[in-house]
């Protein structure tokens, strides 16, 4: 089904909210969409074995917690970057297996490779690093941290 033949099955309202899904802002926590503070002091722990964790069992898995995106890359090693974008500060940051396995937000399509450099240009402003946290597995224990 190609994606118009999708969106006219859903009706025009649910096209349009997905086609235009942050024009009410992204975030349920601040409610202004973007300008959310970037991740400082950031230092916790994941239980491979807890049920949070599930997604990370999995190569190209990631979780979200504590406005930080844990993932397992694609060569099943753990690397943390900040959920909230360097470009307006959205938190809509997540982990892509496209290239090898990116950061990738959504909001205007801002890529960052996964030691935060920015891979691509989405207005006229240079492009900021993504924030990476350090990464630590003990046993079963992923420690995130900066
Ligand atoms: S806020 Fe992420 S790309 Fe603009």
Not at 8 to 31: N, V
């Amino acid at each position: 089904m190609e994606r118009k033949e999708f969106l006219r099955t859903l009706g025009a309202g649910a096209a349009f909210a997905l086609s235009f899904p942050c024009l009410q802002g992204c975030s349920k926590e601040d409610g202004n969409g973007g300008n959310i503070p970037i991740p400082t002091g950031v230092d916790f722990t994941v239980d491979l074995n807890s049920a949070e964790a599930a997604k990370l069992a999995t190569d190209g898995g990631f979780i979200l917690k504590d406005w930080v995106v844990v993932v397992r890359n694609l060569q099943g090693s753990f690397v943390a970057a900040s959920q909230v974008c360097s470009h307006q500060q959205y938190d809509q940051v997540r982990f892509i297996s496209n290239d090898g396995g990116i950061f990738y937000c959504d909001v205007h399509g801002s890529k960052f490779a996964q030691d935060g450099k920015p891979l691509n240009q989405v207005d006229s402003s240079q492009p900021k690093p993504l924030k990476i946290f350090n990464t630590e597995l003990t046993g079963d224990l992923l420690r995130v941290f900066e």
